[in-house]
Structure formats: C-alpha cells, structure tokens
C-alpha cells in the first residue's frame, strides 16, 4: 500500500511542474494602467442648403467643409473676448446678432479703451455669396477676414499671433479643435477656418419678401409694399441687384466727406489707388436694413426715411458720381415723398426675423 501511495506522489510532482512550466511561457498580463485614450474623431456633417431663390454661392465649400464640431468652435471663438488685446472685445461686440450682426448702437464702431473706428461697421450675413468684405474691400476671402479686426489697433489691438498662443494655453479649445478637426494643434489655417464656418451658417432667406417670391405661407404684400417693391425695381435694383439686393460693386453715391472724419475717408481708393476709385465705397446689400441703423460707410444717416431723402434730394454732384445717379442732366433719383414711404414699406419686407432671433446665432449657455 505504502508503494502506490509513492507512485501517487511522483505522479502529482510530475503533473504539477508540467503545469507550471507551461504557464511560465504564456505572456505576462501588464498591470499598470495605460492611459485614457481620446473619444474617437468624427464629425457630424452641418446641413447648409442654398436658399431656392438665391443664386450659387462663391465660398469654396470643399476646402472647409462645415461640421456640426467646425461650428460650434467657431461660434465659441466668436464670442470670446480671448481674441482681443484686454479681452474686453469679441466679434459679437461689433456684430450684434439681434441687429442682423450689424453694430447698431454707436455710429461708428468701437474697439478696445472704447476707441473710435472710422466707419460704421457692415453686418454679417449670406457671406457664402461674398466677393470682397470691407466697405473698401480691402479682404477678398473670408477665411483671411478675422486677421483685419484682430490686429487692428482700434478693434480688437491685438496680433493673430498672441491670440493664437492664448487659445493654445486655454484649457477650453484644445478639446474643442481635436473635435472638429482631430488634432490638438491648433494652427493658423484651423483657427481662421473654424471661424469661417459659423459665419457661413448666417444665411438670411427667410423674410416676408423671400416667401412672397417663393410662394410660400407668410409671404403676402400689401398695397403699398407692392407698390415700394415696383418702384424699388425702377429706381434701385442696378445697384441693389438680385436676391443679395447687391451688385457687389464700388460706387460714389454723391456723399460729401464727413467734415467731423480726422482724415478723409477715400474709400476704395485707399485699396487701389486708382483715381477713379476715390470716394467710392461697397454697395451693402439691403436685407435686414430695418435692423442694421445707422445708414452708410460714416453712419451719418439714422432712419431709412433719411436715406431715401438723400437719393431724392440731396446726391452732391462731383467727378466721381455714378453714372446711375446723373441720368439725363439730373443729379439723383426722382421720388416723391408717397415713393420714399412705399420703397421703405417695401424694404421692411426684408426684414428676416428668423434669422434675428435664431439662438443657434447667440453665445452657447
């Protein structure tokens, strides 16, 4: 008995060591943690739709194409005072999204010590369709756009290189780039394009005049804006032209300079130097106009019934004056004072309330 017992413990020994020379050569599970990996990159595509009646857009959409990520950073960027020099300046500042992103609330704009800009600052709207910005149209690609009021010493006075810096050191934006473009490194191209994108999303077509044009619900005129519509057609439309309601061009509109200006304002000359460019300045398109007060490149004009005033009567002859505004001897444009009041019945019409009051256009809560 004292034998087999013997042979039982040899037998056991044996297994045993088989069993641990055969787990000694299987890998060795790590035990320390690794670390977190990054949520996986994928943007979501943002639904841009070109409005029925508008024409093709300019922007170059396949070099930056809009993600709900490209967004949303742009936006954040927007309204950061971050990307002035004391931070007290965002773009939101300037272009106040209730006021059709115009700056309505001084006649000139404003910068940073509450300095004094030359000119009454442009709205931003339907810049997917824009072939030059600036009342000068000093910037001819949107994605160069922010580089002219960040560095401005009245605007925002600070350098896109030490903006850059702060939004690298922020805790917020790295996370906020790594979604919208899967890296981290935020660069020049990105910064600039993320911007881009937000503008790109304020697409105003949604007026009463754009649903009376597309036959849709809610797009009824009246008498008189139907009336204001014809005669805007007859007295207006070369420069206001198409659904933008511009040409896009430069033109001298017969407005003396500000005498108040510290210096002259010459407007696209300033760009040119082209003597024929002197006094020449951007046609803005009309949408919103009821919103985007005070009137002009100088501002000089507070009501549309102003306006309409100075084309009746009060175009100043000179070497530069359009051609539109000198027909047949005649400095300015015919209008009664029933014409003014149905042209401005009419441009209220444009007036896109959606657009206004759209929270997807204000900070992010």
């Not at 670390?35 to 070099?63: G, H, I, L, M």
């Not at 036959?215 to 005669?231: I, P, S, V, Y």
């Not at 029933?338 to 206004?356: E, G, K, P, S, W």
Request: net charge neutral; glycine share 8%.
């Amino acid at each position: 008995m004292k034998r087999w017992q013997g042979l039982g413990v040899l037998i056991s020994a044996g297994l045993f060591g088989l069993v641990v020379s055969c787990q000694s050569n299987e890998p060795v599970e790590p035990t320390t943690p690794t670390e977190p990996q990054p949520p996986q990159y994928q943007t979501t595509p943002y639904p841009w739709q070109k409005p029925a009646n508008f024409p093709d857009p300019v922007y170059d959409f396949s070099k930056n194409p809009l993600t709900q990520e490209g967004v949303r950073l742009g936006r954040a960027l927007f309204f950061d005072g971050m990307l002035s020099h004391d931070g007290t300046i965002t773009c939101g500042f300037c272009h106040i999204p209730e006021a059709a992103f115009a700056h309505t609330d001084h006649t000139l704009s404003h910068g940073i010590r509450d300095q004094i800009g030359p000119r009454n600052g442009l709205n931003i709207q339907n810049v997917a369709w824009s072939r030059a910005f600036f009342w000068d149209g000093g910037i001819r690609d949107l994605d160069l756009l922010p580089i002219a009021p960040i560095q401005n010493p009245v605007e925002m006075g600070d350098t896109l290189t030490k903006v850059l810096d702060k939004v690298r050191n922020s805790a917020k934006y790295p996370p906020l780039f790594y979604a919208a473009f899967g890296t981290r490194d935020i660069t020049q191209e990105r910064f600039l394009k993320a911007l881009s994108q937000f503008m790109l999303t304020m697409v105003s077509a949604n007026s009463r005049y754009d649903k009376y044009v597309r036959k849709e619900a809610g797009g009824t005129l009246n008498e008189q804006e139907l009336r204001g519509l014809n005669l805007f057609k007859q007295n207006c439309s070369t420069c206001h032209t198409g659904e933008l309601f511009t040409d896009q061009s430069f033109r001298n509109n017969g407005l003396l300079p500000n005498p108040n200006a510290p210096k002259p304002d010459l407007g696209r000359y300033s760009i040119t130097l082209n003597e024929s460019d002197r006094n020449k300045f951007r046609v803005p398109s009309l949408r919103n106009i009821e919103r985007t007060l005070p009137y002009m490149h100088d501002g000089r004009f507070s009501s549309l019934e102003a306006v309409l005033n100075h084309y009746a009567s009060g175009v100043k002859d000179n070497a530069a004056l359009d051609p539109v505004l000198k027909q047949n001897g005649q400095v300015g444009i015919a209008l009664t004072k029933q014409d003014q009041q149905d042209i401005i019945a009419f441009l209220r019409t444009l007036t896109d309330q959606q657009f206004v009051t759209d929270r997807q256009f204000k900070p992010e809560r």
